[in-house]
């Protein structure tokens, strides 16, 4: 089945900084991968999300982009603000099938000011 | 409209005894999946329904792990014979279809096991 590694497991930056956060995925045959943001005490919620037939999609301080060849997918958040701390799950699934997404095991990214 | 709900937010349990936590989806949504997360740690899948058909039960633990979807909406939770490392927050989440929508998650609840 699918495997989904992330790194780092924890991240640490100053407000206005950049934060990047990495996923590699080990089924070739994913091609969905969303990230969901969830701070503390509360339920995860999906920020963006990604298919495999584009290599890179923004929404505003947000961008995510893909290596299918590598396999790899990424998160950058830039300008940082104290509200982005939280942990970050990248997940992977394969579209139009019945499979289920798997996560990573998440980053916890704190946003110092 | 409403998002997903869950009961109870909080419960609190002897060793060995059973427990059932209740999800209730978007309406609508046909995808219904169970995730456990342990202090600290990721979404570890449990259990995914999809319309009428039968479930992924791959992700269940032991067979003291159960679920139930009647209707193809409420799903309910069983643990049988609760063991302290079941406590965890455990999250529902539905979705529209399958896999690659997003998914919408509950609030949780969060499970003690004395």
């Known amino acids: 089945g699918e495997n989904v590694e992330q790194h780092p497991s924890t991240l640490s930056v100053q407000e206005g900084d950049s934060a990047v956060i990495k996923c590699t995925y080990s089924d070739s045959a994913s091609n969905y991968f969303p990230w969901y943001k969830q701070e503390l005490g509360k339920r995860p919620q999906l920020i963006i999300d990604?298919?495999?037939?584009?290599g890179e999609k923004k929404d505003q301080r947000i961008a995510v982009t893909l290596n299918k060849t590598a396999k790899h997918f990424s998160l950058h958040i830039t300008e940082t603000q104290p509200e982005d701390s939280a942990v970050y799950f990248c997940?992977?699934?394969?579209?139009?099938?019945?499979?289920?997404?798997?996560f990573g095991s998440g980053t916890q990214l704190t946003v110092l000011p | 409209g409403a998002g997903v709900s869950q009961s109870p937010s909080n419960k609190v349990t002897e060793k060995g005894k059973d427990v059932e936590l209740r999800c209730d989806p978007i309406?609508?949504?046909?995808?219904l999946y169970w995730y456990r997360q342990s202090l600290g740690q990721g979404l570890e899948f449990l259990i995914y329904f999809q319309g009428n058909s039968a479930p992924d039960k791959s992700g269940l633990p032991s067979d003291r792990f159960s679920a139930e979807r009647t209707g193809g909406s409420v799903s309910t939770l069983t643990i049988q014979r609760t063991q302290q490392e079941d406590s965890a927050v455990y999250l529902c989440?539905?979705?529209?279809?399958?896999?690659?929508?997003?998914?919408?998650f509950g609030p949780g609840t969060r499970l003690t096991v004395l």
């Open positions: 989440a539905s979705s529209t279809s399958a896999g690659n929508n997003e998914q919408f």
């Open positions: 997940a992977a699934s394969i579209r139009g099938s019945a499979r289920q997404l798997t």
């Open positions: 309406s609508g949504h046909t995808a």
């Open positions: 990604i298919r495999s037939n584009v």
